[in-house]
């Protein structure tokens, strides 16, 4: 067995085209209903707030759609990304087990996000839209936008959650640093954001909030701006699947499989990224890797939500989509340190969960910090608070294997690291973070609200 630590591939290895899950899945799409109506969405009500060329993209049932050529270029700054085998992690933890990790940490604005807001900023650049809007929670979404506007020569508004802005300044400094403008929501620009202050001038934020702003904003710019969403729509999990695609050459040069997938879960991109090209193996190619998802128990949409239709924001402006999810009012515990805010999970993912082809868990954050602390101490990276619910769960299908005597191939995504999330390190450090598993009634309560469809 090699002992090597990294499996690195060649620029020419970038994928040149980007895998759909929904050509394979065997779980068909619910449709899409405007937030209005409350009937299946036509092309012209979406068209206003995303452009065709993405909208098409979102709707394809095609199996591969090829990268244009000015992403893979921009890809190619930071792309294929290594797989690193964690063997300090391995001994620290005395495991049979090998941990394998995809180091996505290591594009320029610190995330994942980069793979799909330098498509979508393309995407709208070639629509001829003059600017973007789009919300942020911990701010990594923002910054990769951010950077990729900027490299297609267009405006940027970002409404970015309060809670995130007061606790993280640095993110909205690095955002402005890019060239985009950085506003704490809910604001008093939007009338949605008006309407919150109203009744809650104190009010932290809400991605649901922030997203109802920045759609709001795009509606009655008359087409000269769209918004852009970082994760739970089928065109992001198409961009993610770049990672998943390298992820297994890499494997292949390591000459191993993986047994088990990890990622961390907020809308499910990065862990659709990798997950999904695996998935493809399983039901083509009969692999059987274990697909797992993990999420906070703060904020459980798959454990813990319920899969229906429901409003993807606040305000209820952006579309109705059928999944997992804690209800469109929900607001995270403040308590909570670790990202992975919204209160619902992409579509796709939501299918393939209720379908019985993904498995989810849900753990604390006393124990995910642990886990990311861990890892930093081992393999030198400082991991973001998202990606460390991955590691928690890596670790653990690490000791479960050391238990029971077995050797297992894990492989999880790294999403991003933590160097903007130092407040979050130092409430941990100082002790003062509080395990906050949500309770039944406060879902019970947020998911009192959702529409009622008769499909
Ligand atoms: C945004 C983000 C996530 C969560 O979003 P997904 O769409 O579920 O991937 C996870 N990790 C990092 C580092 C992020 O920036």
Same mark, same amino acid.
């Given at each position: ?64 759609? &090829? ?19 964690? =063997? ?22 610190? #995330? ?8 979508? /900023? ?23 936008? #951010? ?56 009010? $932290? ?6 997203? +109802? ?21 089928? =065109? ?22 993986? &047994? ?52 993807? &924001?606040?305000?209820?402006?952006? $579309?109705?989509?059928?999944? =997992?999810?804690?209800? =469109? ?21 939501? /299918? ?41 769960? /890596?670790? &653990? ?34 002790? +003062? ?6 309770? /039944? ?6 998911? #009192? ?7």
């Amino acid at each position: 067995m090699s002992e090597q630590t990294r499996y690195i591939l060649n620029e020419s290895d970038l994928p040149r085209r980007w895998y759909n899950i929904l050509a394979d899945s065997p779980v068909k799409p619910a449709p899409v209903l405007n937030p209005q109506t409350l009937e299946p969405v036509t092309p012209d009500v979406l068209s206003v707030i995303f452009p065709m060329n993405l909208i098409e993209q979102e709707v394809s049932l095609d199996r591969y759609i &090829d990268i244009p050529e000015e992403v893979r270029e921009i890809y190619k700054l930071w792309r294929p990304t290594p797989l690193i085998r964690a =063997h300090r992690l391995e001994k620290v933890l005395g495991t049979p087990a090998h941990i394998y990790f995809k180091n996505e940490s290591v594009s320029p604005s610190g #995330s994942h996000k980069p793979n799909t807001a330098v498509p979508q /900023a393309y995407y709208n650049k070639v629509a001829g839209v003059k600017a973007m809007t789009t919300e942020t929670g911990a701010g990594q979404w923002g910054s990769a936008l #951010s950077m990729a506007c900027n490299f297609f020569g267009m405006g940027l508004e970002v409404y970015m959650v309060r809670a995130s802005h007061d606790l993280k300044p640095y993110r909205r400094i690095l955002m402005q640093s890019y060239g985009a403008e950085v506003f704490a929501s809910p604001t008093n620009l939007t009338d949605c954001g008006r309407a919150v202050l109203t009744q809650d001038p104190d009010c $932290p934020g809400s991605l649901g909030i922030a997203i +109802s702003e920045a759609v709001e904003v795009a509606v009655k710019s008359g087409g000269l701006k769209k918004y852009g969403l970082g994760s739970v729509l089928n =065109h992001v999990m198409i961009h993610q699947s770049v990672i998943g695609e390298e992820a297994l050459k890499q494997m292949d040069l390591a000459g191993e499989y993986p &047994d088990v997938v990890i990622g961390c879960v907020g809308g499910g991109s990065n862990f659709s990224g990798i997950a999904y090209p695996f998935l493809r193996e399983n039901l083509k190619n009969g692999q059987r890797t274990r697909l797992v998802a993990v999420e906070p128990d703060a904020v459980p949409s798959l454990t813990q939500g319920v899969y229906t239709f429901d409003y993807g &924001d606040t305000a209820k402006m952006a $579309p109705v989509v059928k999944m =997992h999810t804690l209800g =469109h009012t929900f607001v995270p515990p403040s308590i909570h340190a670790g990202g992975l805010r919204y209160h619902g999970m992409a579509p796709s993912l939501s /299918a393939l969960y209720d379908a019985g082809l993904i498995q989810a868990v849900a753990v604390p954050q006393n124990a995910t910090f642990d886990a990311a602390l861990l890892f930093a101490r081992t393999e030198g990276i400082l991991p973001a608070p998202e990606s460390a619910h991955a590691i928690r769960t /890596a670790i &653990d299908e690490a000791l479960d294997a050391k238990e029971k005597g077995e050797k297992r191939v894990i492989l999880f995504n790294l999403s991003g690291h933590g160097h903007f999330d130092l407040a979050s390190y130092q409430m941990y450090l100082s002790g +003062s973070l509080q395990d906050y598993a949500l309770p /039944a009634e406060t879902i019970k309560a947020s998911l #009192s609200d959702l529409p009622e469809i008769s499909l």
